[in-house]
């Protein structure tokens, strides 16, 4: 891709150097637009073609740009070859790039920058993400949040990129606190409001009779004995248990419709509770399995006895633990969909218990293990709403809405829109996914309402607002100016940077396939928007020439195209004015 300018010069360096072009092309990057000067479109490290060499044996790279630029010629596609530090810089014929790009970008699509040669030649995997998992009946925290986010951005770029993606969400639907449930809804529970609002409810029944378990002992029996009525299979207890976890998936679907998030499976942990038995069944048979004093069962991780390596996957009443149910789960998906990879999402706290399973799968004979990933992340510091301490992901919500309402009545955009709740939470959320994915993921970040929900500055209100006067810009002068267009009225420096910049998205996404970090998007997404907002107000349609407007109204469309394609990818509904949501 890079519309084959990457591969065209690729070819002439593998007659001169004598590599396969497919070895060089990796070599070959864009140029990041510069405000101070008009720079090269390509350059090719000279560094990454010595390979590993030391220092002192290595040639002087300067010495080799320099040499290699001389061998090389311009011609149909590249218009100057000049030497940076350490590289070899080409620069595209200009007519040459600017119809390239935006053809392509048009053919493309929705395929831009995916249909790249950094991509050919790229196996298409099975992958299975396990992300958002909320625990039923306890708080949707805000790391909730963040893996819900998160692992929607890394299924949407795998899916992009063209593999199988499952979804998956683990709920904790199992354990003790269940067993704290079943006892409290019968202390506690009310039916009607059971089915009206099943969250909030469990939710408080679950506070109430963990207050009542710390100062009743015969509370906390009764709820011990409730789970262990669930391990056993006990029709009434299962029947309770079931009305819960059902309710609950019923509320979450609705709840993640307004995220525009969406999963193939709701698994949990419930569905392993027979499962983990035959894991520790196996632990034992392999010898791996140590009965403690306490009588709780135990996995030496070590092989010294180094606590911090201790793994416990059974209560001394032989009921199953997160570890087993985990080790369990990820043996059946194997099983179920044979998977290339499996991405865990969760926050960096689980780090531990993460490495503790794959060693675990490891010990027990599956060399799969090393197909499972944890991508974790940080913690945010200060998210509440007016009302105090998020509870429920819904509470995000219904915040992000009354806010960016109340926004939007600020700077009187409001009459212009057709639905101003709809509206609201689509940038509202756009707003909270920038702010969120703006640095790297494993970094704890200090959340604020305000910064957020500017409308200038690197915000995804920012981000939306250009989206939707591009496409406004399309419904206004539209009809008459997309047919054909001519090269030569874009030679501007705003537009070449901006053709430039569209270059570039191909690299972007291959870099956040490689790390699984979306900030590269980000930044990228939030590059193109200032790029169209200063040649916004240079580049007019209004009252130009025809074939001058219709060229640039191909360029804006373009940058609109490109920031559509990247939002999506990151979770954002692109917003345009006067749309009936």
Not at 17 to 42: G, M, Q, T, Y
């Amino acid at each position: 891709m890079a519309c084959g300018f990457r591969r065209s010069i690729a070819y002439q360096l593998s007659r001169l150097l004598d590599l396969p072009p497919e070895n060089l092309i990796k070599s070959i990057s864009a140029v990041p637009i510069s405000r101070k000067e008009e720079v090269a479109d390509f350059q090719l490290s000279v560094d990454s073609l010595l390979g590993n060499n030391n220092d002192h044996s290595r040639p002087d790279i300067q010495v080799q740009a320099t040499r290699l630029a001389e061998k090389l010629k311009c011609d149909t596609v590249v218009s100057e070859i000049s030497t940076g530090q350490g590289t070899v810089n080409f620069k595209i014929n200009r007519e040459l790039l600017t119809k390239t790009v935006l053809q392509q970008v048009i053919k493309d699509g929705s395929k831009y920058g995916l249909n790249s040669e950094l991509f050919s030649g790229l196996p298409q995997k099975k992958i299975v993400v396990e992300f958002s998992s909320p625990n039923v009946a306890k708080k949707f925290h805000v790391g909730h949040l963040r893996s819900t986010i998160i692992g929607n951005f890394i299924a949407n770029l795998k899916e992009a990129l063209g593999h199988q993606v499952t979804r998956i969400n683990y709920l904790g639907d199992w354990g003790m606190q269940f067993g704290l449930l079943g006892t409290g809804f019968q202390l506690f529970g009310y039916e009607e409001k059971l089915q009206s609002n099943p969250l909030q409810h469990l939710f408080e029944v679950y506070v109430q009779v963990n207050k009542e378990a710390a100062d009743n002992k015969n509370v906390a029996k009764s709820a011990h004995e409730f789970f262990q009525r669930l391990e056993l299979g006990d029709m009434q207890a299962l029947e309770l248990w079931q009305k819960f976890r059902d309710l609950s998936i019923e509320e979450y679907v609705r709840i993640y419709k307004r995220l525009g998030v969406h999963f193939d499976e709701y698994s949990g942990e419930s569905f392993y509770r027979e499962k983990s038995q035959e894991v520790l069944k196996l632990l034992d048979s392999k010898g791996l399995l140590q009965k403690t004093i306490k009588g709780t069962a135990i996995v030496n991780l070590s092989g010294n006895g180094d606590p911090s390596s201790i793994c416990t996957v059974m209560r001394s009443d032989g009921t199953s633990l997160y570890a087993t149910r985990d080790l369990a789960a990820a043996i059946d998906r194997m099983d179920k969909y044979n998977f290339d990879t499996m991405i865990y999402v969760t926050d960096k706290g689980q780090k531990k218990h993460f490495q503790q399973v794959f060693q675990m799968l490891q010990i027990m004979g599956y060399d799969w293990a090393e197909r499972c990933q944890h991508v974790p992340f940080g913690v945010v510091q200060g998210m509440k709403t007016r009302r105090g301490e998020v509870t429920f992901l819904e509470d995000v919500l219904n915040e992000i809405r009354s806010r960016m309402l109340q926004n939007m009545a600020s700077i009187k955009t409001t009459k212009e829109v057709e639905n101003p709740q709809e509206t609201a939470e689509r940038v509202g959320l756009a707003a909270l996914i920038i702010q969120d994915f703006k640095g790297v993921l494993l970094s704890d970040y200090q959340f604020s309402w305000d910064r957020i929900f500017q409308s200038r500055g690197d915000t995804g209100v920012f981000l939306q607002y250009t989206h939707a006067r591009l496409h406004s810009l399309e419904e206004t002068f539209g009809c008459g100016y997309l047919n054909d267009f001519n090269t030569a009225c874009l030679q501007e420096p705003q537009s070449v940077s901006i053709l430039q910049h569209l270059l570039r998205f191909d690299e972007v996404l291959y870099r956040s396939s490689q790390d699984l970090q979306p900030r590269h998007i980000v930044s990228y997404l939030l590059t193109l928007s200032h790029l169209a907002g200063m040649a916004h107000k240079t580049l007019h349609i209004k009252d130009s020439p025809p074939e001058v407007a219709g060229a640039r109204l191909h360029l804006f469309r373009a940058v609109r195209s490109v920031l559509a394609n990247g939002m999506k990818l990151l979770g954002i509904t692109p917003y345009s004015l006067g749309e009936k949501a």
